[in-house]
C-alpha cells in the first residue's frame, strides 16, 4: 500500500470504486456489531449513571481510546491527533443514537466514517491519519460542539 500512487490512475479509481462499495456495505456490518456494545448497551447505562453530557462524553472517549488501540504505527502526534478526532465522532454518533433512537442508524454513519478514513489513508499512506487532519479537525469539532450545545439545550428544555 505505500506504493499506491505508483499504480495507473484507472487501477487507483477501481480502487477507490471497490471501497466505496464492498467497503462500505462491510464497514456497516461490523459497525453494527460495535454500536450495540459501545451507543446500544454502554452509552445507555453511562446515561442512566451520569446524565447526559457526562455519558456521551466518556462512551466518546472510551471508544476512542478502544478504537486507537487497533492503530499500531502512528507517531505521537498522530495519536494525539487521531484520539481528538475519535472523540468528536464519539458525540457525532453518540447523537445520532439518541436523536433517532436507532443503532441502525449510527451503524451506517460508524461505517461511513471507517470507509472514508480507510479511503483517505489510503490514497494519502505517508500520513495516514494527518493527511487532512487540519481540516477534518476543524470541522469535526465545529460538528461536536453544535452536538452538545443542542444537547444540552434539550436537556434544559425537558428540565
Not at 456495505?25 to 451520569?50: D, M, Q, S
Not at 487540519?134 to 465545529?142: N, R, V
Request: charged letters at 15%.
Amino acid at each position: 500500500m505505500s506504493n499506491v500512487h505508483q499504480l495507473p490512475r484507472e487501477e487507483l479509481v477501481n480502487l477507490a470504486i471497490i471501497q466505496l462499495t464492498l467497503g462500505l456495505f462491510f464497514n456497516i456490518v461490523f459497525a453494527f456489531c460495535e454500536e450495540t456494545g459501545w451507543r446500544g448497551y454502554l452509552l445507555t447505562r453511562l446515561n442512566e449513571k451520569f446524565g447526559l453530557i457526562k455519558s456521551v462524553l466518556i462512551s466518546s472517549f472510551l471508544w476512542g481510546l478502544w478504537v486507537l488501540a487497533f492503530n499500531f504505527n502512528l507517531t505521537s502526534l498522530d495519536y494525539i491527533h487521531f484520539i481528538i478526532e475519535l472523540v468528536f465522532i464519539g458525540i457525532f454518533l453518540s447523537w445520532l443514537r439518541l436523536r433517532t433512537k436507532s443503532i441502525i442508524i449510527s451503524s451506517v454513519a460508524l461505517g461511513a466514517v471507517v470507509t472514508y478514513l480507510s479511503l483517505r489513508n489510503f490514497l494519502f499512506p505517508t500520513r495516514p491519519i494527518s493527511g487532512f487532519i487540519e481540516g477534518t479537525l476543524a470541522s469535526e469539532a465545529i460538528i461536536a460542539i453544535v452536538i452538545l450545545a443542542l444537547l444540552i439545550k434539550n436537556r434544559t428544555i425537558k428540565s
